[in-house]
């Protein structure tokens, strides 16, 4: 998959600051997904999905604070890491 204006590419981590920057997409359909060992904002499928924009906001709501975006990004890594990507 070629990135484009609408996929937003960041290192091999899960961070707070990526969380929120899926949270705040205008995508509907936007995915957090792993793909080259890079971590990415899609507006929809590709790579091994993490977690999707729903998904996020089902779990933290609108408008979480720091410690609940870092807790669900430390989650994430590590199932990525018990993954094995």
Do not use: C, Y
Request: hydrophobic share 40%; proline share 2%.
């Amino acid at each position: 998959m070629d990135t484009d204006d609408r996929t937003h590419a960041f290192g091999s981590q899960v961070t707070a600051e990526i969380l929120r920057e899926l949270l705040g997409t205008e995508f509907a359909e936007a995915n957090l997904v792993l793909e080259g060992g890079r971590v990415q904002i899609t507006p929809g499928s590709g790579g091994l999905v993490l977690v999707s924009r729903k998904e996020l906001l089902e779990r933290v709501g609108t408008d979480p604070d720091a410690t609940q975006l870092a807790e669900q990004a430390d989650l994430l890594n590590t199932e990525v890491r018990l993954q094995g990507a």
